[in-house]
């Protein structure tokens, strides 16, 4: 990662000390009872499929997508970085956990930069005791930090990191080979900019699209631009967030470096990256992030949006985010929720997209927590629908000044996909 554009660790300061307390620094979104939805889906895929026009041919498969009640949705923080990264400062492993504990956090990927250790995490961050101890769900991984870029892995277990190390500079097609033989979540790491992920994203399952507190930084927006290009070309890749934060503030006795300032604005949770798992497991997070039942707030105390789909107007939800089905040609109404505590006390603006181009804006007003909007996808055209949602986001007392640099973007949802091939899944 390169040197965040923090205004001055004075201005943050400042700003930090005159934050309003907010209604929405409340009940955890995490810790509601989610409402239901009434029935799971079953998704009709395309196999055929014209790469070069978009368009779909031949036959579908019918088969049932995963449950759209048997879970929950799971808090979590995916790009992070402990004192095991040499550019790291005041940030053990141990402070990490307790401040997504303290938060209400579920999970985490801390993903230190492998180049640091010559590839051999396997003996440094995933040997440490408080890694071992946790008690949120760890996941295994690393940052892959190579010529080529950034990107970041994730594993519901121990698997062979050392060799994607040394793969670094092969072709990507030995790459893929190694990714898929460990079963591995690769995940391209803010695709635009310095350190951009340089290699195919035909070896990736999600994009770092919302990467450290700062939305309005110019990154988040290409990398957006990035994301949706991909799936408009006919690729199935989720989008995640990750705080990319390196440094914490120094406990006691501790020296500050010249970043600790950072941890005022961008640390453990910011954003937040939730996962629609069937359990409280790694696996089962793993599991949701491949399949795209993925949603990011800016922190986790900001609400979450949900989008879900009526697909033959009986006014039940059949998809959300992730899902992906087949177009009968008539009418879709799409539900956007936001979730959590305060959710209906601020108004929202819900920007929809379609296709990577705008569809439409919408008004969620206060006293209200949802809207919904109509369109029809057209039954021989792949299509993809996605929204961002901008208020105000919530107060993160952990990381109070958070809320001076971030923006109005308080929540990103992942798409629900109309005739997407399944051999891309």
Known sequence: ????????????????????????????????????????????????????????????????????????????????????????????????????????????????????????????????????????????????????????????????????????????????????QEGIHLSANHPTGADHFGFSYDLVRSVEVWQTAIWNSGSNASALTVWDDMMKSGRKLTARGGSDSHHGLPAAGEQPSENSFQALGNYVGTPTTWVFARERSATAVVEALNNGRVSISANPYSPRVELTADVDADGVADAMMGDNIAASGQPVTFRVEMVGAGAALLPYRVDVIRDGAALTSLTIAPGQSAVTFSDTPAPDQRHFYRVEVQGAPALYPEVPGSLAVGGLMVALSNPIFFNFPVAQE
């Open 1 to 180: 990662m390169t040197a965040m554009p923090f205004l001055s660790a004075r201005f943050l300061l400042s700003c930090c000390l005159s934050l309003p307390l907010l209604s929405a620094c409340g009940e955890l979104a995490g810790g509601r009872e989610q409402p239901a939805l009434a029935g799971d889906a079953v998704a009709a895929e395309y196999i055929g499929h014209d790469e070069s026009s978009g368009s779909v041919s031949g036959d579908t498969a019918a088969r049932s997508a995963a449950s759209l009640t048997a879970g929950e949705w799971l808090a979590g923080d995916l790009h992070l970085h402990s004192e095991h990264s040499l550019d790291s400062s005041a940030n053990p492993v141990a402070k990490i956990i307790a401040t997504a504990q303290a938060a209400g956090l579920h999970f985490l990927g801390i993903t230190d930069h492998d180049n640091h250790v010559d590839g051999d995490v396997a003996h440094h961050t995933w040997l440490d005791p408080s890694f071992l101890s946790s008690p949120l769900i760890m996941l295994y991984g690393a940052e892959w930090t190579t010529h080529r870029g950034h990107g970041n892995t994730f594993s519901d277990r121990p698997y062979d990191h050392q060799t994607l190390y040394d793969l670094r500079d092969a072709k990507d097609v030995l790459i893929g080979e190694h990714v898929a």
